[in-house]
């Protein structure tokens, strides 16, 4: 089984979302899977430019010359990730870049869903299944209700089955060196690295684990007590450096 993950950070490497891919993906490794995680923010993807010609010119090719023709090579994988921070309650600009050049994997005709609605047919071979990975600065579940609404969507129009969604609300400190937090992290990294094997080993993350994963990492009141502290010392520090 290969597992790509498309990280739409601009964080890259150093962001909050890349500590929950690298421990998802960590995990699934250790059960057998193939996986790659790939940063979109150290790729070149113009946004489309709805030139269509990758439906009618140039057939399942997009004339811009970038690294997306690539990225699409690695869009055939079994499962892929879509990861990203919330941005403005939605995907990332980066993310959605990215998403929008997947169109020439489908076919310029309509046809009609199960549940009579339109869709456009995926052009070759299968279309991938999906995991779903974000966090979000705030705290509170009601942040993803944006993402969960919108990745079903796109699982419809492409035909995907979403395998596995995991939100992090609170996710501020995935990246933070703070030694108070060391343990509640490792306590939380270990959780997706599970999670991430359970998707190998059953097709889905069971409801235990699930569970586990959406409670608060530490209580929602510390969180914000230490993220407006921060805040503080950052604009009394630049106060001071003027
Ligand atoms: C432009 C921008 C918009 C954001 N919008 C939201 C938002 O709507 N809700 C939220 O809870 N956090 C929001 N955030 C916070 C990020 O989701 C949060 O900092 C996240 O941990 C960043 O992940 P990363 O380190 O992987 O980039 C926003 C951050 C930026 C820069």
């Given at each position: 089984m290969k597992i790509v993950a498309f990280n739409g950070s601009p964080h890259g490497a150093a962001g909050n979302t890349h500590v929950m891919v690298e421990n998802f993906l960590a995990g699934a490794r250790k059960a057998g899977a193939e996986t790659e995680n790939i940063l979109l923010v150290d790729k070149k993807i113009r946004h489309c430019s709805g030139c269509m010609a990758c439906w009618f010119k140039t057939p399942g090719k997009c004339v811009v010359q970038d690294d997306m023709e690539e990225l699409l090579e690695k869009y055939s994988a079994d499962i892929v990730v879509f990861a990203t921070p919330l941005y403005v309650d939605n995907v990332t600009g980066i993310m959605k870049n990215f998403m929008d050049r997947i169109l020439p994997r489908l076919e310029p005709f309509i046809e009609k869903d199960e549940n009579g609605e339109c869709k456009h047919p995926w052009r070759t071979g299968h279309s991938p299944d999906f995991v779903v990975i974000s966090n979000c600065g705030f705290t509170g579940m009601e942040h993803f209700q944006v993402l969960k609404l919108l990745f079903r969507r796109i699982a419809r129009n492409t035909g995907s089955r979403i395998l596995a969604e995991i939100y992090r609300d609170g996710g501020g400190i995935l990246a933070s060196p703070m030694l108070i937090l060391?343990?509640?992290?490792?306590?939380?990294?270990?959780?997706?690295?599970?999670?991430?094997?359970?998707?190998?080993?059953?097709?889905?993350?069971?409801?235990?684990?699930?569970?586990?994963?959406?409670?608060?990492?530490?209580?929602?009141?510390q969180y914000i007590k230490i993220g407006n502290k921060n805040v503080t010392e950052e604009l009394q520090k630049l106060e001071k450096e003027k």
């Open positions: 060391k343990p509640f992290l490792m306590h939380y990294n270990k959780l997706l690295r599970k999670a991430g094997g359970e998707l190998v080993t059953d097709g889905r993350i069971s409801d235990g684990t699930q569970a586990k994963l959406e409670k608060p990492i530490i209580p929602p009141e």
